[in-house]
């Protein structure tokens, strides 16, 4: 699944990386840890592939 990169967060203990993927239509988030993220060096801007490991979805428009 191809995505770009939209921001990086590496202020907590696991890195977040908000991507942009074109064909779901919505954003994905990914959290690495930092050593993965000091191999994979990411930067806002950038193509990407991502290969789900563990997905969860959540889905916003319910009621209680």
Known sequence: LAADVVRVNAASAAVKVELAAHDLGFPIHVELSRERHAELA?????RVFVFPKRMRMLVD????
Do not use: T
């Open 61 to 64: 428009d319910f009621q209680i």
């Open 42 to 46: 990411l930067r806002a801007g950038e």
